[in-house]
């Protein structure tokens, strides 16, 4: 049974930082990309950053840009997200995702076939 387990979730001042964890078990997910999401209160859930099954190729949503870095350690099957810079629109449950399809890479929703149950940032101003 193919589980994502993410944490590192907090509370952080605006400005500073968190790294979130996305452990996976069951499979190994070496070829296959993963992701972030995240859905505040209210709000429909947002792309956030993807990775490719090898890690060369990368893609961020235009509101993290330049702050957050997405990466992986296949040896390892967790993928993580360093989050810099955060600001209080940050706040949000995020997601991890792995995409059951090898050798692709998405940025929506319908891309990901395993979610995580999501660990929570809260951000304060």
């Known amino acids: 049974q193919v589980q994502l387990v993410e944490s590192g979730g907090g509370l952080v001042q605006a400005g500073g930082s968190l790294r979130l964890f996305c452990a996976a078990s069951?499979?190994?997910?070496?070829?296959?990309?993963m992701g972030w999401f995240r859905q505040a209160p209210g709000k429909e859930r947002e792309f956030v950053a993807a990775?490719?099954?090898?890690?060369?190729?990368?893609y961020y949503g235009d509101s993290v840009k330049g702050r957050f870095t997405i990466s992986r350690d296949n040896a390892k099957n967790t993928v993580y997200l360093q989050m810099n810079s955060l600001k209080p629109e940050d706040t949000a449950v995020y997601y991890c995702?792995?995409?059951?399809?090898?050798?692709?890479?998405?940025?929506?929703?319908?891309?990901?076939?395993?979610w995580g149950q999501g660990t929570q940032v809260t951000v304060s101003s």
């Open positions: 995702a792995a995409d059951a399809e090898i050798w692709t890479i998405g940025t929506t929703e319908g891309d990901y076939e395993y």
């Open positions: 990775i490719s099954g090898r890690g060369g190729r990368t």
């Open positions: 069951g499979r190994t997910f070496s070829t296959n990309a």
